[in-house]
C-alpha cells in the first residue's frame, strides 16, 4: 500500500471522518482541590509563558534539541492537543537517553494522542515508522508540525490517523491489520470524560509482543485512580520518576 507524504502545510482537515493510516511499512526514505478545566487552562497559559532550559519560546513556537536536531512546534491555545505538555518532554528525553535499551529503528510506532507531535517527531528521528493519532480537529497542525520536522530527515515519513478512543477503535483498527512494536502516550491522562475509552484503547493496541509507554504529569486524584486500573490492566514497570514535575514514566505489557 502506497502511503502519501504528509503535506503540513496550511490546509485544514475538511474531512471529519476517520482516516485510515496505511497499515504496511515503506521502505526507508532515501534520506482536584480547584475546578481541573481551570487548572489545565491556567497550566497551558503557564507552559506558554515559561522560560525551560532545554527550550527557546516565541510566541506559538518553542524549539527543541533531540537527537542532535532542531524541532520547531506550532502550538495553539485553541485545545488541550495544541499544547506541548510535560510527560511529552519526558518522554522524549526519555527516549533520546535509553536509545539501546528502546531501539526504535525500523519499529512500527503508535502515538495516542500525539497533539502537537513532538514525541512522533522524536521517535521519527530515531529511525521508527511512526502513525501519529488524535481527534479530527488537532491534525492539521499536528500535520504541519510533522512535515516542517521530519521533512528530508527520517528514515520513513510519519503518517497521521483521525482516533477517537473507544469502542469504535475495533471496527476502524482491526488487530489483524494494525499491529505495531510500540504504543506511545503522553499526558493523555488529565481531567476529561474519556478515561474508560482511553483504556479501551491501550489495550485494544498493546497485543502480546507490543510494548507501551505511557509518560503522565499527576495532577488529580482521578489521575491515581486511573494509574491503579492501569497497573492492574497490564504488566507495567515503573521507568523513571521525576519528582520536581510529578511525572511517571511507565512500560506496559499484555496480560496473558
Not at 4 to 10: A, D, M, N, W
Not at 31 to 50: G, Q, V, Y
Not at 144 to 169: E, H, I, K, M
Request: proline share 5%; glycine share 6%.
Amino acid at each position: 500500500m502506497e502511503i502519501e507524504e504528509q503535506k503540513g502545510t496550511e490546509n485544514a482537515v475538511k474531512d471529519e471522518s476517520v482516516k485510515q493510516p496505511g497499515s504496511v511499512k515503506p521502505p526507508p526514505n532515501i534520506i482536584e482541590e480547584e475546578d481541573p478545566d481551570k487548572h489545565m487552562e491556567r497550566e497551558a497559559l503557564n507552559r506558554r509563558n515559561a522560560w525551560e532550559p532545554s527550550t527557546f519560546y516565541s510566541l506559538g513556537k518553542e524549539t527543541f534539541f533531540f537527537t542532535g536536531q532542531e524541532i520547531s512546534i506550532r502550538e495553539s491555545l485553541d485545545s488541550y492537543g495544541a499544547v506541548i505538555w510535560p510527560g511529552a518532554v519526558a518522554l522524549c528525553k526519555y527516549l533520546e537517553k535509553n536509545r539501546e535499551q528502546i531501539d526504535l529503528m525500523d519499529k512500527a510506532v503508535l502515538e495516542l494522542g500525539a497533539g502537537t507531535g513532538l514525541v512522533s517527531i522524536v521517535t521519527s528521528l530515531l529511525g521508527a515508522w511512526v502513525t501519529a493519532t488524535d481527534l479530527p480537529e488537532v491534525l492539521n497542525n499536528l500535520n504541519f508540525n510533522l512535515s516542517r520536522n521530519t521533512r528530508g530527515r527520517c528514515r520513513y515519513t510519519p503518517q497521521t490517523a483521525a482516533l477517537n478512543w473507544g469502542q469504535d477503535v475495533t471496527r476502524h483498527f482491526p488487530t489483524t491489520v494494525y499491529r505495531y512494536d510500540y504504543v506511545l502516550c503522553a499526558d493523555v491522562v488529565y481531567h476529561h470524560d474519556f478515561l474508560d475509552n482511553l483504556l479501551i484503547t491501550m489495550k485494544h493496541f498493546c497485543k502480546p509482543g507490543t510494548i507501551l509507554l505511557w509518560a503522565n504529569k499527576v495532577r488529580f486524584q482521578s489521575d491515581l485512580c486511573f494509574t491503579e486500573t492501569f497497573k492492574n490492566a497490564f504488566n507495567t514497570t515503573l521507568l523513571e520518576e521525576i519528582p520536581h514535575e510529578e511525572v511517571w514514566i511507565y512500560q506496559a505489557t499484555a496480560k496473558k
